[in-house]
Nanobody, 125 residues
Framework: VQLQASGGGSVQPGGSLRLSCVAS????????MGWFSQAPGKEREFVAA????????EYAGSVKGRFTISRDNTKNTVYLQMNSLKPKDTAVYYC???????????????????WGQGTQVTVSS
């Protein structure tokens, strides 16, 4: 499985971005998908996840109410809509795939087998 993330950029505080992650392969509809972020000098941490059919989502407390994860299985794509961005959201954002068809969204890095290359998000005035 190959994952290609895009949509990052530089925005001012309060702005919005939508990240996309396109997956190769025919089994995308069975994957759990997640987004993680990694700021300079920090560990990669969980942001949001969605289960294989989009029926269940999970968010880190710091982004709940501001970010929305969604997926379109017809396009092999998962999205992260990021609103009300804050400087502390600045990081490289990675999408990840879990091929075990999880019923519930996975929130731990070790539960994901496949990772994209990351896209930079910078929030600054």
């Amino acid at each position: 499985v190959q994952l290609q993330a895009s949509g990052g950029g530089s925005v001012q505080p309060g702005g919005s971005l939508r990240l996309s992650c396109v997956a190769s392969g025919r089994r995308f509809s069975s994957y759990g998908m997640g987004w993680f972020s990694q700021a300079p000098g920090k560990e990669r941490e969980f942001v949001a996840a969605v289960n294989w059919n989009g029926a269940a989502t999970e968010y880190a407390g710091s982004v709940k109410g501001r970010f929305t994860i969604s997926r379109d299985n017809t396009k092999n794509t998962v999205y992260l809509q990021m609103n009300s961005l804050k400087p502390k959201d600045t990081a490289v954002y990675y999408c990840a795939a879990d091929g075990q068809r999880p019923t519930l969204p996975r929130t731990t890095k070790s539960q994901y087998q496949y990772w994209g290359q990351g896209t930079q998000v910078t929030v600054s005035s």
